[in-house]
């Protein structure tokens, strides 16, 4: 009975490859977030999407491209990785926005750019 | 630009104790402060939400306070136990339910 669940666990890739991370959740929340996680465990956001309409996009390089294509799945395309890509990416989700409700995270995608 | 400090970075303690860990946040206009709590390898586990209207939040061994004029919470884990091992995360949500992180604090508990 996962809530928040993301595949693949693990990527590794060459630099100058896309990729693609997926989400999805179970709780019926109407939010959904993407967070990164750098090597020194600093968690920031980078997209939050509420009812499948982009509300948050925090000065992600535009080779990031997030989709919902419907309120319980967020994906994560990523073009032309690069090495300072490599880092956990924690989806996650919310039943209202993030200033009201407690937010739910996934296990991570742990990607590692060679 | 909000900033979140968390104090301090890394803590070990014998079994037992009480302890207290420390958050502070530089801009006070906040809907919500929420403890997490991060194990090696895995995801977020929301502990306390705290909302800006409250003053404290309690689950079993955990206790939440938020004193927004100050910028300050702090989580106080009651009788620590080895289990209670992990990395506490503090986030505060404000402008633009924009959540922001602290940095954490790195926990042991030795039996």
């Known amino acids: 009975d996962t809530a928040v669940s993301q595949t693949p666990k693990y990527l590794v890739t060459q630099m100058g490859n896309d990729k693609s991370i997926k989400c999805e959740q179970n709780?019926?929340?109407?939010?959904m977030y993407w967070y990164k996680q750098d090597s020194k465990k600093f968690l920031k956001i980078m997209f939050s999407?509420?009812?499948?309409?982009?509300?948050i996009n925090e000065t992600v390089p535009n080779r990031f491209s997030p989709k919902s294509p419907d309120k319980a799945h967020l994906n994560l395309h990523i073009n032309s990785l690069e090495l300072g890509d490599s880092a956990v990416y924690f989806c996650?989700?919310?039943?209202?926005?993030?200033?009201?409700?407690?937010?739910?995270f996934g296990p991570g995608t742990r990607l590692l750019v060679l | 630009k909000q900033e979140v400090t968390q104090i301090p970075a890394a803590l070990s303690v014998p079994e037992g104790e009480n302890l207290v860990l420390n958050c502070s946040f530089t801009d006070s206009a906040i809907y919500n402060l929420q403890w997490f709590r991060q194990d090696p390898g895995k995801g977020l586990t929301s502990l306390l939400l705290i909302q800006s209207s409250q003053r404290e939040q309690t689950s079993g061994r955990l206790n939440a306070s938020l004193d927004k004029s100050s910028g300050r919470s702090t989580l106080y884990i009651a009788a620590s136990q080895p289990g209670d091992s992990a990395t506490y995360l503090c986030a505060v949500t404000g402008g633009s339910y924009i959540p922001t992180f602290g940095r954490g604090t790195s926990l042991i508990v030795h039996p």
């Open positions: 709780l019926g929340h109407d939010t």
């Open positions: 999407y509420n009812n499948k309409e982009l509300i």
């Open positions: 996650a989700s919310s039943q209202a926005l993030a200033g009201q409700e407690t937010q739910y």
